[in-house]
């Protein structure tokens, strides 16, 4: 029974979840064709679809077709992200449960966090040049800063009750931390990653400008130069669904490794 209630539950959010896309499309579609939004302002949906249709086979007005592009920006962004996952949850965890990790990493961490990812470019030219290393670097500095802040925040809210019944069984203080405070802060950081893909993609289009000859935000920044605005809206609801997809696979990788929360 409870199943079935699940299940009830689970279609009634999603023809919710449908009925308020489908609505914001009407009512888009609605002002560009009664013309309070001009096509040159905001291209009606139906536009946007067309033009996202052509571009799967019509390489202008960027040189490359969408499948293409999107390939190109999902390099860019994953090797960014991972790069970030990889080194900043590990790095967060250990500033979380170390006090001496904490007090040498901070002060450099906090100095570097406030500086805006696209204020890296400069730099990153000189030290990498403007190829995919340059554009998954700035993805890197937008999203690494997540990371460390979940993760830290999450092993900090391990449950000392916890810590203090494994150490009355006599665990080590490293084995506490394996066994009980790295699965205590999963659910933030796992928070702290859907927090860094938000950021990274947000950083794509500034990443790809770096002398960039393909993907999404190039594709962006070609259609303001030829004034196509129905490639700019393509290329951004591209970005929103991939972005989408990936939040998706993300949360269902916290069901996976995060059994027992209660949901």
């Not at 992200?81 to 001496?100: H, K, N, S, V």
């Not at 805006?116 to 730099?123: K, Q, R, S």
């Not at 490293?174 to 699965?183: Q, R, S, V, Y």
Request: aromatic fraction near 10%; hydrophobic fraction near 55%; proline fraction near 5%.
């Amino acid at each position: 029974m409870s199943t079935r209630k699940k299940g009830h539950i689970f279609d009634k959010y999603t023809v919710i979840s449908m009925l308020s896309v489908l609505t914001f499309l009407l009512i888009w579609q609605l002002l560009t064709v009664s013309g309070i939004l001009s096509e040159k302002i905001l291209p009606a949906p139906t536009k946007v679809s067309a033009t996202l249709i052509d571009k799967l086979s019509n390489e202008n007005p960027d040189g490359a077709l969408l499948q293409t592009n999107i390939l190109v920006s999902l390099k860019v962004a994953c090797s960014g992200l991972f790069l970030a996952i990889i080194i900043g949850i590990p790095l967060g965890w250990l500033m979380g449960w170390y006090r001496p990790v904490n007090r040498f990493v901070r002060p450099i961490f906090e100095m570097m966090r406030p500086i805006p990812p696209i204020a890296w470019i400069p730099l990153t030219i000189l030290w990498v040049g403007i190829g995919l290393e340059a554009k998954a670097m700035i993805i890197f500095f937008a999203s690494f800063v997540p990371c460390v802040i979940n993760a830290t925040a999450g092993i900090k809210s391990t449950n000392q009750t916890l810590i203090n019944v494994a150490k009355t069984y006599g665990a080590s203080n490293f084995t506490i931390f394996l066994k009980i405070g790295i699965p205590s802060s999963l659910p933030m950081t796992f928070a702290g990653i859907r927090i860094a893909l938000n950021s990274a993609w947000s950083t794509l289009v500034a990443a790809e400008l770096l002398a960039a000859n393909a993907g999404l935000g190039y594709m962006i920044n070609m259609g303001r130069q030829f004034g196509r605005v129905d490639i700019i809206v393509v290329g951004m609801v591209t970005i929103g669904v991939l972005g989408f997809l990936f939040s998706w696979v993300f949360t269902k990788l916290e069901g996976i490794f995060v059994k027992w929360r209660t949901v």
